[in-house]
């Protein structure tokens, strides 16, 4: 079917333009969601998505490289949504945190979950020098 037919049958059956017009192509980076930090788990019991100490834990991990909690988006995805997911974002670093997810880029890092950390705190230290990385990625 034509673009023009296409718009005639839509005109006809009173359709406003503005919920059929196509987004040109030039467009698109501007609906992507734009973040500092993009925080990626895998769907877990034990999630910083939702408030309490393992958000908490998390928060504080990153505000102490200077991320401010309006600078990172946190989500929780299944494995093997992640590419999928990536490119709804335009983010200038992000910190996969389960194990499954593998970087794709140089702004991607992984790190240990938080949940992890808090119970074994001999893993603080990997996780600070993956931080370390982040702040300089983010300079």
Known sequence: MSEALRS???????????????????????????TQCLVIETQNSRSFCQPGKYQDFLLKMLGAIDLQQQDIHCISISADDLSRTLG??????????????????????????PSEILMNEQLKREVWEVLKKIKTCLK
Do not use: C
């Open 8 to 34: 005639r049958y839509l005109e006809a059956l009173g359709v406003p333009e503005f919920l059929y017009t196509q987004v040109e192509p030039e467009n698109i980076d501007e609906q992507k969601i734009n």
């Open 88 to 113: 709804q974002y335009n983010a200038k670093t992000v910190l996969l945190m389960s194990k499954g997810l593998n970087p794709s880029s140089d702004q991607h890092f992984v790190a240990h979950h």
